[in-house]
Nanobody, 116 residues
Framework: QVQLVESGGGSVQPGGSLRLSCAASGFSIDTYAMQWYRQAPGKERELVALISSAGGSTNYADTVKGRFTISRDNAKNTVYLQMNSLKPEDTAVYYC?????????WGQGTQVTVSS
């Protein structure tokens, strides 16, 4: 059974940092691109960052470029999102995502709140 479990969310002041983790089980992530999405209240879910299966290629939403870094540890079957210089507009539920064998898999999400 494929599962994605996010952790590491919380409340932080503007300018602060958080590191999100996405632990996968039921499959090996090493042959799949992995993605982080987020959804703010009243807004559509949006792609934040993507990393290729080997980790050699990454893409970011313009709103987070230079502040967020996606990475992966295939040995630990885990994907990370390092978030620096956080802004109030980064407040959202963050989700891990993988498209595998014709199906979409989402984690349950982790809340990130940026507020003074």
């Amino acid at each position: 059974q494929v599962q994605l479990v996010e952790s590491g969310g919380g409340s932080v002041q503007p300018g602060g940092s958080l590191r999100l983790s996405c632990a996968a089980s039921g499959f090996s992530i090493d042959t799949y691109a992995m993605q982080w999405y987020r959804q703010a209240p009243g807004k559509e879910r949006e792609l934040v960052a993507l990393i290729s299966s080997a980790g050699g290629s990454t893409n970011y939403a313009d709103t987070v470029k230079g502040r967020f870094t996606i990475s992966r540890d295939n040995a630990k079957n885990t994907v990370y999102l390092q978030m620096n210089s956080l802004k109030p507009e980064d407040t959202a539920v963050y989700y891990c995502f993988v498209y595998r064998r014709g199906l979409n898999y989402w984690g349950q999400g982790t809340q990130v709140t940026v507020s003074s």
